[in-house]
């Protein structure tokens, strides 16, 4: 459990800070400039917040009414930033073992483990400036997971990785997520990232917390475009794999409420729990079944809510069984189609429109409770 309740200043941006996390991976998504990385160096004691308090698992790092401020040593968090900041001469497997050393703690990893789980045997005897920007990246989480800590702070760590980098990474940190076993605080303005490796989603916005909770729940709230961007909006969608067909190379998602999508080139095994992200804009609205169209996706669903807007967008927001969909139409068409809460509509998605890097392994389920959408 992550606990944030802090006010601070840095020269004239104020911060406040209010939201608390449990176990698995919190991200803190904002545009740049929304004070993301301000919080998150209060959190690792490198700036001191003016008042508030600040506990990881039911250790307190910070309180200031109780007169507690934890040097940036003993509060143990694991730092990976944006640039690796590794030692160019050192090699890597030197660079792993480097934390563990400095800090003169023994934690329960092995580097032999922690090599395994980021793959990155092959490049041990190797130096930093003969890695690709994925690598030494990969090789900075490993240096933070040997250094014994009690939370894992990710502060953009794939923003200077073009897309092809970013997308060799993700299955790692998709692993790490899964396998770490302690809490993550990542940080970052790419939605794609945190709806992919997400439980917790908080949402930043000059210096304020204004939307914290499940990521799908937070996804699903049509009053925070602005602040999550329109043109990046969407919503999860989890199910399993309960076919595979290899001819046409398409894997169908059962969304628990027994409809399914299609989705192509999903890499996936049969029976696993997948999270889909679909954005807004790439879903249509029928008010009946239609037929004889190429869209393999046509999903039933009750509107629940409609933007008021003034230009020529809205948003609309269904329930798809306990879970729900959001789609982007203008207003005139919504007008035409005579949406409103109650309604039964068809929703319909194009399987290409479903990035396969949008798709991911499920989180597990939390202390008994599956983080759905």
């Not at 007169?67 to 143990?76: E, F, H, Q, T």
């Not at 940190?173 to 990232?193: K, N, Q, T, W």
């Not at 989705?263 to 029928?286: N, T």
Request: with cysteine; glycine share 10%.
């Amino acid at each position: 459990m992550i606990e944030v309740d802090i006010k601070g200043r840095v020269g004239t941006f104020s911060v406040e800070a209010d939201f608390a996390a449990p176990s698995g991976v919190t991200s803190l998504f904002g545009q740049s400039g929304a004070g993301k990385s301000t919080i998150t160096n209060m959190i690792a004691g490198l700036l001191r917040p003016d008042k508030g308090r600040i506990a990881v698992d039911g250790e307190v790092l910070f309180d200031s009414a109780r007169g507690i401020n934890l040097s940036v040593r003993k509060r143990r968090v694991g730092h990976v930033f944006q640039d690796a900041r590794l030692f160019p001469h050192l090699t890597v497997k030197s660079n792993l073992t480097f934390a563990r050393w400095a800090g003169r703690r023994q934690g329960s990893r092995s580097v032999d483990e922690v090599v395994e789980l980021l793959g990155i045997a092959h490049l041990l005897a190797r130096k930093p400036g003969n890695l690709s920007g994925g690598e030494r990246q990969r090789v900075a989480i490993g240096r933070a997971l040997l250094s014994a800590p009690r939370l894992l702070l990710m502060d953009e760590p794939l923003a200077s990785l073009d897309q092809g980098r970013k997308s060799d990474i993700l299955p790692y940190l998709d692993r790490l997520r899964s396998e770490a076993g302690l809490p993550i605080i990542y940080v970052s303005h790419a939605m794609e990232e945190v709806a992919r490796l997400s439980q917790t989603l908080v949402i930043v916005s000059g210096g304020r917390i204004i939307a914290h909770g499940p990521v799908a729940d937070v996804l699903s709230r049509v009053d925070l475009g602005r602040a999550t961007g329109r043109h990046e909006a969407g919503a999860l969608l989890e199910g399993h794999v309960t076919r595979i067909d290899d001819t046409w190379g398409l894997s169908f998602v059962d969304l628990r409420d027994g409809q399914s999508m299609q989705v192509p080139g999903l890499e996936a095994k049969l029976g696993e729990a997948i999270r889909l992200r679909i954005r807004a804009r790439d879903v249509a609205i029928a008010v009946e079944k239609p037929t004889g169209i190429s869209i393999r996706n046509l999903i039933s669903g009750t509107v629940r809510t409609i933007t008021d807007e003034t230009g020529p967008y809205t948003e609309v927001l269904c329930t798809v069984g306990k879970q729900s969909l959001r789609a982007r139409l203008t207003r005139a068409s919504a007008n035409e189609l005579d949406l409103k809460s109650g309604r039964q509509v068809y929703l319909l998605v194009k399987s290409v429109a479903i990035d396969r890097r949008q798709s991911a392994p499920a989180p597990a389920v939390l202390n008994g409770d599956a983080e759905m959408a």
